[in-house]
């Protein structure tokens, strides 16, 4: 059978979930990535003895139970992987020294808040109920939506018709919403903080639910070796990688996609032209706005994403393992991040459940400042580059002061400072607005994607951060993987994944 060309622009998790199952199912793939390390955000970088990890906290599918391992297990052997589940997720604190803890567990979770919140005992039961039922909440569909018929949609409701009730609760509510309707002060911070306030309370309560069943654990080592197991599988089945290679274009005849053009003027044809990029980029820039239709226009204008960060990183020449690994707490003071972007309050990610980040005795402390004033990093690093490192100093060294006051014992053991603003994360990735993750999943949205094709546009698709709403590295590796079904469908071709296994040999027999 001949072998098509693929090209996919992009080499983050869309961009190697896309590839890997097209080149299992006998495509000639070839990834295009601006960067010179596969992975996009799901990454990791070294600062002297310290690596510095930016993504993954846990992972939906570490979990032989979840609807997303045999998913995982297609891309790379989850059995080789080592995974942790930490007991407590966060520990909020207040100004008097309260605090409420937010156990993984379900079981200890509803005790603490019964404990520390008895007057809410009703919302309590309610919200660890809810925890419960979806447990096992069936997320990780087997077809894009594209390709299910009727029959098929009717069996998918049959099967979340035990769910809905509780679904639906959840996931027409902001977390900031539903926060507003506990009494205690502390509980009602607890809630609002455990995510994103806007996102649906239906990704906090699936989320502690898949925690509490051990569906959503740590991977050791982090995101960068994550994300190197998946390429190196997909390596290892044929896929090739350009690296520093920056798509400027994608080449179009008579409304089809028909090769790409890189920042060197070099023009690569293919037969099939996938975008796990970012999507403003592909779809205004490349394709010059040309195949815009009305759902895009108004995302594009009036949906929210993510947004950006001042991402610090610290490496301390201490031990901090009797802490709590995520721990938020009042400042004494406001921070101010930039002209728009006011904190009151840190959430400290502390490392020592991962022992490769740090040298024996040495502990990685990560903090995220979001902010959605992206044209101020942009102009800072272009136009004023002394006060831009001035300003990433400054912050680091406000938080170093925060630290010592609450743990104590913190500033004079700093080894590393790390400072990456939403001009650094638009300089790598070049994502839209220096968003981290894409679209904001909010009741409006809920869990619905945008379309993977183009409909006046052949041999073209798009999967990643920009397709599946609400991103999250299990919900974009489903976005490559429906990408590789469409395009197999398209041709004909039977959609063949198999499970990843470590053996090269056992590979090469897999059919």
């Not at 980029?281 to 994403?305: A, I, Q, S, V, W």
């Not at 680091?396 to 080894?415: P, Q, T, Y």
Request: charged share 25%; glycine share 8%.
């Amino acid at each position: 059978m001949e072998k098509k060309k693929v090209l996919v622009i992009g080499a983050g998790m869309g961009g190697l979930s896309a590839g890997s199952y097209l080149a299992m199912s006998g495509y000639d793939v070839e990834l295009f990535e601006m960067s010179r390390v596969a992975g996009g955000v799901c990454t990791a970088w070294h600062r002297g003895d310290f690596t510095v990890d930016l993504c993954i906290h846990w992972l939906v599918g570490t979990g032989s139970a979840s609807s997303f391992f045999d998913k995982w297990n297609e891309l790379t052997p989850m059995d080789d992987i080592e995974v942790g589940y930490l007991e407590e997720y966060i520990r909020m604190e207040d100004l008097h020294g309260n605090f409420i803890r937010v156990f993984s567990d379900v079981n200890r979770l509803e005790e603490e808040f019964l404990q520390k919140a008895p007057e809410d005992r009703q919302k309590i039961l309610e919200m660890t109920g809810a925890i419960r039922k979806l447990a096992h909440f069936p997320v990780a569909q087997s077809n894009p939506r594209e390709l299910t018929n009727l029959w098929e949609r009717a069996r998918e409701l049959i099967r979340m018709f035990p769910y809905m009730g509780v679904f639906q609760r959840f996931v027409s509510i902001s977390l900031a919403d539903y926060a507003s309707e506990f009494t205690n002060p502390l509980l009602q911070k607890t809630i609002f903080h455990l995510f994103e306030p806007d996102v649906p309370a239906i990704f906090a309560i699936l989320t502690l639910a898949w925690m509490s069943e051990h569906q959503a654990g740590y991977p050791k080592g982090g995101s960068l070796p994550f994300a190197q197991r998946i390429l190196d599988q997909y390596v290892s089945r044929g896929g090739k990688v350009r690296y520093e290679s920056k798509v400027t274009r994608i080449l179009v005849e008579a409304d089809r996609a028909v090769g790409i053009q890189l920042q060197d003027g070099t023009v690569v044809r293919g037969d099939w032209v996938v975008s796990a990029g970012d999507g403003h980029n592909t779809l205004f820039e490349l394709l010059e706005g040309k195949y815009l239709t009305k759902e895009l226009e108004t995302f594009y204008e009036k949906r929210h994403t993510f947004p950006s960060l001042v991402f610090v990183a610290l490496g301390v020449a201490k031990d901090l393992k009797d802490l709590p690994a995520l721990v938020q707490f009042p400042l004494g003071r406001s921070l101010i991040i930039d002209p728009e972007t006011i904190v009151d309050e840190l959430k400290v990610r502390i490392h020592h459940f991962d022992p490769t980040l740090a040298p024996p005795g040495k502990t990685l402390i990560t903090i995220n400042l979001p902010t959605y004033n992206f044209p101020y990093w942009e102009s800072l690093q272009t136009s004023e580059p002394v006060r831009y490192q001035s300003e990433k100093m400054r912050i680091a060294k406000a938080l170093i002061e925060a630290l010592e006051v609450r743990f104590g014992g913190i500033a004079d053991k700093v080894e590393m400072i790390d400072v990456a603003t939403p001009s650094t994360f638009t300089h790598f990735t070049n994502s839209w607005k220096g968003s981290f993750e894409g679209w904001l999943m909010t009741p409006e949205t809920g869990f619905r994607n945008l379309p993977h094709s183009l409909p006046r546009l052949k041999g073209f698709f798009m999967c990643g951060q920009w397709v599946a709403v609400g991103g999250g590295l299990p919900r974009v590796m489903l976005s490559g993987r429906e990408v590789a079904q469409l395009i197999c469908h398209a041709d004909r071709r039977p959609f063949i994944p198999h499970v990843a296994v470590q053996d090269q040999e056992q590979m090469a027999e897999t059919p």
